[in-house]
């Protein structure tokens, strides 16, 4: 099996060593870097994986993944450049970064793969989207996708697409935490206890996420089931649409794709 370094070990270059290692991959196999030296021991003794400096990642494996912040990437390809050899594949994780922005600053031709994922990860539920770049081909992207697949679903866009992507589901288990956090606290107003609104809640979104995903209705025909003449759900819809919820969460997400069109020039 390839090798695979995880260059930056915060939550979500952890969450893809977890996953790749639940998944089967051998700790041998997955090589970590890690900035401070506590973290690093973490890493040791939680999966049992080798963490080296940045030079002997990049030596060493197959398949490289790039896990900084967006606005640490730089100054890792500066360390990472130097030492890559030209038949390595590089992998993406952070929010904004163009590909072109890594080729730029590493060896001629080195294949890159920007990938959106997002924190179910953790859970093996993540939605993962990548984009080849100039020098990526098939053989890069299904090397990808098996790196992602354990850990979730994938799916192949153009990289135009990308900021949407991050705004739409990089950032959407926030906007349904966000929700569920409403709801609750709803619950809570309505005269339930806190933890009975919580596992309502939390049952019924899991219920409705199942629903969408396996009967493959569009969510209008399933609401509209809910949704009885004169009743609870269509007087709850109407105050939803007087409060310009739909309104909002169109503008939320125009402003999370607009930050990353930020993000990718470095602001």
């Not at 991959?25 to 940045?54: I, M």
């Not at 990642?57 to 030209?86: N, R, S, Y």
């Not at 990860?121 to 098939?138: I, K, N, P, Q, T």
């Not at 053989?139 to 098996?146: I, K, N, V």
């Amino acid at each position: 099996m390839e090798r695979v370094a995880v260059l930056g070990t915060g939550k979500m270059g952890e969450a893809l060593l977890s996953g790749m290692l639940r998944a089967g991959r051998r700790p041998a196999d997955v090589l970590v870097t890690a900035r401070r030296t506590d973290r690093a021991e973490l890493l040791r003794e939680r999966y049992g994986v080798q963490v080296v400096a940045t030079e002997e990642a990049a030596k060493a494996a197959d398949t490289v993944i790039l896990a900084v912040k967006p606005q640490d990437m730089a100054a890792l390809l500066d360390e990472l450049g130097p030492h890559l050899p030209a038949d390595r594949l590089v992998v993406s994780v952070a929010a904004g970064i163009p590909t072109q922005f890594i080729e730029r600053r590493l060896v001629q031709d080195v294949p890159v793969v920007r990938v959106m994922s997002n924190t179910p990860v953790l859970v093996d539920e993540a939605m993962s989207a990548m984009s080849a770049g100039a020098h990526a081909g098939e053989e890069h992207l299904r090397r990808t996708e098996e790196i992602f697949a354990p850990v979730g679903k994938t799916i192949r866009v153009p990289e135009s697409q990308q900021d949407a992507v991050t705004a739409l589901s990089g950032s959407g288990p926030a906007y349904f935490f966000f929700l569920v956090e409403a709801m609750i606290d709803a619950g809570i107003l309505l005269g339930l206890p806190r933890a009975v609104a919580h596992d309502l809640i939390v049952q019924t979104a899991i219920g409705a996420a199942v629903m969408l995903r396996d009967t493959g209705e569009h969510p209008v025909t399933l609401r509209e089931a809910v949704t009885s003449p004169a009743g609870t759900t269509i007087n709850a819809i109407r105050e939803l649409e007087n409060h310009g919820v739909r309104a909002a969460m169109l503008a939320a997400l125009e402003a999370a794709r607009d930050r990353g069109r930020e993000l990718a020039g470095g602001e």
